[in-house]
């Protein structure tokens, strides 16, 4: 499953300076135009369910356990890496929507990392799902670092829509 993604720049700024990022601001999914009721219907049900909670049985609970036969190590490395590639489409969507004039390289290279960054958060949640015996606290994590990313790009967007000279 690969959220949608759209780039956003607000209209009348087109031309304005980029935001300290110096890229154009990612909003997965049209998360640009939440708030109140919909915001929460975001950060409490769908992230916490739909993504962090389907993620984590698939890979702390079934894959784990499916290659537990073959060791601890090898379990945990291969469902830390299978969530690692699961998020390869994805981070394509986001530079190419930052940046679609990038070449393959940057692709590549930008992809890669993002593999290792989400295999490297894949250790680290299994580790809490065998230090916690189960997927609670992997999940509750999941949603909550999702969460705060929605909400950290939605406040960005908003600072970068409103002019310069009314920013901090």
Not at 128 to 146: K, R, W, Y
Request: charged share 10%.
């Amino acid at each position: 499953m690969v959220p949608a993604v759209r780039r956003v720049v607000p209209s009348k700024e087109a031309d304005a300076p980029l935001p300290a990022c110096g890229a154009p601001l990612v909003v997965k999914g049209g998360h640009a135009g939440l708030g109140g009721r919909r915001l929460a219907y975001q950060v409490l049900v769908r992230i916490p369910v739909g993504t962090a909670l389907v993620e984590e049985v698939t890979f702390r609970g079934v894959l784990l356990a499916a290659w537990r036969p073959w060791g601890l190590l090898v379990a945990v490395g291969v469902s830390s890496l299978a969530f690692g590639l699961w998020h390869i489409a994805p981070t394509i969507a986001l530079v190419r929507a930052n940046r679609p004039a990038a070449g393959g390289g940057t692709v590549v290279l930008v992809t890669l990392a993002a593999v290792v960054v989400t295999s490297s958060g894949g250790l680290g949640l299994a580790w809490l799902q065998l230090g916690t015996s189960g997927l609670a606290a992997p999940v509750a994590l999941h949603a909550s670092l999702n969460g705060l990313a929605v909400v950290a790009g939605l406040l960005a967007h908003r600072t970068a829509a409103r002019p310069a000279s009314t920013r901090r």
